[in-house]
């Protein structure tokens, strides 16, 4: 044992996703006392700008997008109590078969052994316990996503470190239960296309192949705010639209996938430190 504290480290791509999937462990481990580090890849300049403008539409200044959502990040990290936030900086790559995956500097064209240098770096320095990222389709396939688990791997891989590692997910109970809801408040919501339903069945895990629920129920309100202060992009955030009531009753339990493992914790799990303390 060292005087060091257990570490949580959470690889995001864009300004809000720290919210969306991982604001409720961030919450109730620094609440716990356990340092929690939020590494930023992008500068989430493919957002909306004010108004809801949208990126390559007249009024959309992707420099003003930046300095406005690096400032709701911080304010985000404020309200889930973040001990540490690095930020890659990497240019927004923006959803998948936008112009923008190919611009210069953007993280999609960035080079996996030059994002995962730079994060193994950060791992050295905050040596985390556990090390949180996306699965390898990014959860729903954004370029962004993709890349953030790329270079997390690949660090994790150039380092000489064996923390606990995880990939956020849903269970598809859950993202049926998500549906229901998202008819409920948009009862005009046109049906999708078969293409596209099949697309949605494959994202998140069966219940049964998930190993790790966190409950953050305690903290689900923290995690509401916190997606709040990211309000240049509440038009996109749903969950804001159904209040703290019903968003605690549909996002108070965190689920992850764990992938990378040296302290034979039994799984299902309950918590991300299980074996660690």
């Keep these: 044992m060292t005087d060091r504290p257990l570490t949580l480290m959470a690889v995001h791509a864009h300004p809000d996703d720290e919210a969306t999937g991982t604001g409720g462990v961030l919450a109730r481990y620094a609440a716990e006392g356990i340092r929690t580090v939020l590494v930023t890849c992008t500068d989430g300049g493919c957002g909306d700008g004010p108004g809801g403008v949208k990126p390559g539409d007249p009024g959309h200044d992707p420099a003003s997008v930046v300095l406005m959502r690096r400032q709701e990040l911080q304010a985000s990290c404020d309200v889930l109590k ?14 998948m078969g936008w112009p923008t995956n190919d611009a210069p500097g953007s993280f999609w064209q960035t080079p996996v052994e030059e994002g995962a240098a730079r994060l193994a770096e950060l791992m050295r320095h905050y040596r985390p316990d556990v ?19 790329r270079i997390t791997m690949a660090a994790l891989e150039m380092t000489a470190l064996t923390p606990k590692v995880y ?8 993202m049926q239960r998500f549906g229901e809801i998202m008819r409920e408040f948009h009862p005009d919501m046109p049906e999708p296309d078969p293409a596209e339903a099949a697309a949605m069945a494959e994202i998140g895990l069966p219940d ?7 409950d953050t129920t305690g903290f689900s309100d923290q995690k509401f705010d916190a997606l709040a202060a990211h309000a240049s992009q509440g038009e996109n955030i749903f ?4 209040g703290k009531e019903r968003f605690g009753e549909l996002m108070g339990m965190e689920t992850f996938l764990r992938v990378k493992d040296s302290t034979g914790a039994a799984t299902p799990e309950n918590d991300l430190f299980a074996g660690l303390r």
């Design 82 to 95: 973040v001990s540490d936030l690095e930020m890659l900086d990497y240019a927004d790559s923006g959803m």
């Design 131 to 149: 090390v949180v990222t996306y699965d390898e389709n990014g959860f729903y396939g954004h370029p962004d996503h993709i890349q953030a688990h």
């Design 167 to 174: 990939w956020t997910t849903m269970p598809r109970s859950g």
């Design 208 to 214: 049964d192949e998930i190993t790790t629920w966190v």
């Design 239 to 242: 969950f804001l639209k159904m």
